[in-house]
């Protein structure tokens, strides 16, 4: 039963597909704009090519679209809290793929967590912190947040028709 402002309307079916698609995943001490600190989204949608920008995360999704600013002429460090970058991928192939975006020019920042970013006129004050508690505070023209998606499944009662969510609000699949 689906209810709109229509009305409630009944549907069976053998099969559905749910694709509601998915968000990305933000940090409370670091504010989207979409316009100086962006999602991959805003990175689609920059006006011009910035001189630096920063990727918190070392996913996949943060990695393309710094390997393609990069191509662009911008300045791309890359910085991950882990000691790794896509840690869901071999550890082997991991290392070569670092390998070659450094060969790129990207710079990386591994075991380093971001603890803030505020935005001005001048860009976007980043301040992160080593592993060994080291602080360090750097500018950068724009920010990319790619520390990963969550899926798009609150206010669906998902689970009040009986579909089954996991810890991430992700539907149970076999």
Partial sequence: KVSSSDGDKNYSAKNYIIATGSTSISIDAIPIDEKQIVTSTGALALESVPKSLLVIGGGYIGLEMGSVWNRLGSKVTVVEALDRIVPTMDEEIATEFMKSLKKQGLEFKLSHKVISATASKSGVEVSMESSDKKQ?????????????????????????????????KSIEIN
């Fill in 136 to 168: 360090i505070t750097e500018k950068y023209d724009v920010v990319l947040m790619s520390v990963g998606r969550k899926p798009n499944t609150d206010g669906l009662n998902l689970e009040g028709i009986g579909v089954k969510l996991n810890e991430k």
